[in-house]
């Protein structure tokens, strides 16, 4: 029987990291380890992080010193993973009751990625929209990378993935401030990976940012961008630069129309 590993991030999620915390504590298959990694918060997140880590032991915490960053502290906290599957969870989020027990049981029987569908919620947890992943997992491994790459449709999240092909790959980028798990996704739909579905449902995630400013938005094109820049002769091989060049356009006029309102 597979181990597996859940790693929790949080920076100044007081609000919502004990409902986080608990949705992993209290799943039908408990993880074999839960590390809570909080990245510098100022509010009262290591407070309860500390509780909840004297109540349930299999809680491990992490208190960043400085800030870090989302990719850097999700990427050391996985490093630091005693087993070999891990799966993520963000602190304003949480967890369906079976996530981790539908996940395993695809690892079981062979994947080295596993997902689930997933939820949006609002700022009182309410649930906005499904999101069905089962055209997705139809794809093969080349469409599966192209459909990533044009942002075709939704993608897996939180997904539960073998350590080892994630260290294989460098994990997380440290410099990214956004797209990070595009970034990472792209280059792990490059592997020999088995990726493996389970329509259950797997993590209700917390929609945030419609409220972005142009810079914003902005900035986030320019990180769009700099990740297929990093990844330009993967995707060129294996995508066609046709298909790239749209990606590149579909960003560039994104930004474009970002600019000409203001």
């Known amino acids: 029987m597979q181990k597996v590993s859940c790693v929790i991030v949080c920076y100044n999620n007081a609000n919502y990291i004990n409902r986080a915390i608990e949705s992993v504590i209290k799943q039908t298959r408990i993880p074999d380890e839960v590390i809570v990694a909080d990245d510098g918060s100022s509010d009262a997140s290591r407070e309860i992080i500390s509780s909840l880590a004297l109540k349930y032991p299999v809680i491990k915490p992490i208190f960043r010193e400085t800030?870090?960053?989302?990719?850097?502290?999700?990427?050391?906290?996985?490093?630091?993973?005693?087993?070999?599957?891990?799966?993520?969870l963000d602190g304003d989020d949480w967890f369906y009751p079976e996530k981790i027990q539908i996940e395993m049981d695809l690892v079981n029987l062979g994947a080295d990625v596993a997902y689930s569908d997933y939820t949006y919620i609002n700022e009182n947890d309410i649930c906005i929209?499904?999101?069905?992943?089962?055209?997705?997992?139809?794809?093969?491994?080349?469409?599966?990378?192209?459909?990533i790459a044009m942002r075709?449709?939704?993608?897996?999240?939180?997904?539960?993935?073998?350590?080892?092909?994630?260290?294989?790959?460098?994990?997380?980028?440290h410099d990214l401030k956004t797209h990070e798990?595009?970034?990472?996704?792209?280059?792990?739909?490059n592997t020999d990976a088995v990726w493996k579905y389970n329509p259950g449902m797997g993590t209700a995630y917390r929609r945030a940012g419609q409220g972005l400013s142009a810079t914003g938005r902005l900035r986030r094109c320019r990180s769009q961008l700099k990740v297929l820049g990093r990844n330009y002769s993967m995707l060129k091989t294996e995508i066609g630069l046709t298909a790239l060049f749209r990606v590149y356009m579909q960003t560039l006029v994104r930004m474009a129309r970002i600019i000409s309102v203001g």
């Open 67 to 88: 800030n870090l960053g989302v990719a850097a502290n999700r990427d050391l906290a996985i490093r630091s993973a005693s087993h070999p599957f891990v799966t993520t």
């Open 129 to 147: 929209e499904r999101v069905c992943l089962k055209t997705f997992s139809e794809l093969d491994s080349r469409h599966r990378l192209e459909w």
């Open 152 to 173: 075709n449709g939704y993608i897996p999240r939180d997904i539960m993935f073998r350590k080892e092909i994630y260290e294989s790959i460098g994990g997380l980028d």
């Open 181 to 189: 798990d595009w970034d990472l996704k792209l280059r792990l739909s």
